[in-house]
């Protein structure tokens, strides 16, 4: 079922991260009056934004009674620096963790659950969030994540050295050969065009030096999988041609978590949450809250005065 558009509040905003870089940030809250269930932040995919591209999802998680919160990384969406580039992934980690633990910091969202949400790239983010901060937050949703590399692409140590050289001269070129992401991602004509529509959204050729630093942040995902120990929920196309659903299994086979679960999609591509069929967008998104709804009232069997004194021992 379609969200209720005219009943959700949307905000947007702009912060200065600790580089002094503009970082564009939005959020969907529930119909008025309505006090959340918990706090969604979203981490979107390599070239893609918040406010547009992800507007269905925030639509439909604050329709369904949560706070949703989006930032676009540097170089990405209405953020400041150079288009579809960043010199650290690192750096977009630190970012979203200030601007999300500030959000759970606010007096109205102390004792609140706290979800993360991941697309792509975004899954990888998710990831290192969470490493950042192991018992911090209570769950994450992961779509389609990026969490290793494919054994058959994976770069010889020799060509990683070279890769290493040229990002000290050349990081900013679009030099990386790649298909047309957009097709393979996206099953719907309609939604193809979107994206190619969309100002904010990156579609040249990967620059080196991001191209490197996604290499080097998948492999370190790769050698880590065992430390991811908070609840997750996966869901993954069985024909998604961007990301390995593989890959996915073996997240949740290494995974130290004791609660975890993998949706697969028989016929699906990679852009569950937009780029499917609308019977097959809200199939995913019946599963995903589901799987909320599961955890929230599981959490809501601890008193308010219990999760505010977890969080608060757990504050960064």
């Known amino acids: 079922m ?3 558009l005219e009943k959700i509040k949307y905000e947007e905003e702009f912060i200065l991260n600790s580089r002094e870089l503009k970082l564009f940030t939005c959020r969907w809250l529930p119909p008025r009056n309505q006090d959340p269930k918990a706090l969604i932040f979203l981490c979107h995919g390599y ?21 949703v919160y989006g930032i676009d990384y540097e170089g990405h969406g209405k953020s400041s ?3 579809g580039y960043f010199q650290s992934f690192n750096d977009l980690v630190n970012d979203c963790s200030e601007y999300f633990t500030s959000i759970c910091d606010r007096r109205e969202n102390r004792g609140k659950l706290r979800y993360l949400f991941g697309e792509s790239m975004g899954g990888a983010l ?5 490493r950042k901060m192991p018992s911090f937050w209570d769950g994450a949703l992961l779509v389609a994540p990026m969490c290793k590399i494919a054994d058959e692409l994976k770069p010889h140590p020799f060509v990683i050295s070279i890769l290493t050289k040229l990002c000290r001269v050349i990081p900013t070129w679009k030099i990386i050969p790649t ?32 191209g490197y630093e996604l290499m080097m942040a998948s492999m370190d995902i790769e050698n880590n999988l065992h430390q991811v120990s908070l609840p997750f929920l996966i869901v993954h196309g069985e024909d998604d041609a961007v990301t390995d659903p593989d890959i996915s299994k073996l997240l949740v ?30 199939l995913v998104f019946c599963d995903i809250v589901e799987w909320l709804e599961e955890r929230i009232n599981a959490g809501n069997s601890q008193s308010e005065s219990e999760r505010k004194a977890r969080h608060d021992h757990i504050k960064p």
Do not use: F
Request: charged share 25%.
């Open 126 to 130: 998710v990831v290192m969030l969470h």
């Open 179 to 210: 298909k047309d992401i957009i097709d393979s991602a996206i099953k719907t004509q309609e939604r193809r065009e979107e994206v190619r529509s969309n100002p904010y959204c990156y579609k040249g050729r990967p620059r080196l030096k991001t």
């Open 253 to 282: 086979e290494k995974a130290s978590s004791t609660d975890k679960s993998l949706n697969l999609y028989p016929g699906m591509c990679h852009a569950l949450t937009s780029g499917e069929t609308q019977e097959n967008i809200d």
């Open 81 to 83: 620096g150079l288009q």
């Open 47 to 67: 070239a893609m934004e918040c406010s547009i591209s992800m507007k269905g999802t925030g639509m439909r998680l604050a329709n369904a009674g949560y706070a």
């Open 2 to 4: 379609a969200p209720e």
